[in-house]
């Protein structure tokens, strides 16, 4: 089967499933980046997120994921079927990281989760540095946030069992940076600038 026409068939997929079982809410879906490439950036409660945020977009998106799920024979076979990039969370990995940057240079939409792994509450926490370095070489490119609400009450870090229970998206402005925050260097700079992106990300609506 045709990359693509699987891709939009597993979105497609995904859309009836939140839709029908989570009551998915959407706030401003009209500020969502369809054409170009784009940076989307969103917080991660739980396993859903990633099918969750993607599904938001009619075109393909990108995926960030770490390496070790595709150690699982399936998922190895899968998740670049979905687009999905591996990155290694524990150590610097160039390779990784010149392969998301071309990705977005060609013209096409990743989605990053900043905190690098789900979280163990339903908070919002601090971002990883690795997503300051990936700005500071895409500095032209749209950062859209996403904050996710009500996925970790459906499916928690520390649970197999799935809830259905509400869902909120809520889709922001392109974050501003200038040009002297992403040109700083070093992990104090990487920090500010992922700092910025997790209080953009706090700060977008639940309510209309």
Known sequence: MNRTLLYHIVRGTASCFF???FNLKVI???KLIEDGPCIIVANHQSFLDPPLVGSLYRNEVYFLARKTLFDAPVLKQVLPLCNTIGIDQTRP???SI???LRTVKNG???IIFPEGSRCPDGQIHDAMPGIGL???KLASVPVQP???EGAYDCLPIHSNKLKFKPITLSVGDPIQFTPEELRAKGRDAQRAIGQKIMDAI???PLEV
């Open 93 to 95: 990995d160039p390779a």
């Open 134 to 136: 990936i700005l500071s």
């Open 108 to 110: 096409n939409r990743i």
């Open 28 to 30: 401003n879906q009209q």
């Open 19 to 21: 839709n029908s079982f």
């Open 146 to 148: 996403v904050r996710i």
């Open 98 to 100: 010149i392969q998301v």
């Open 202 to 204: 706090r700060a977008l």
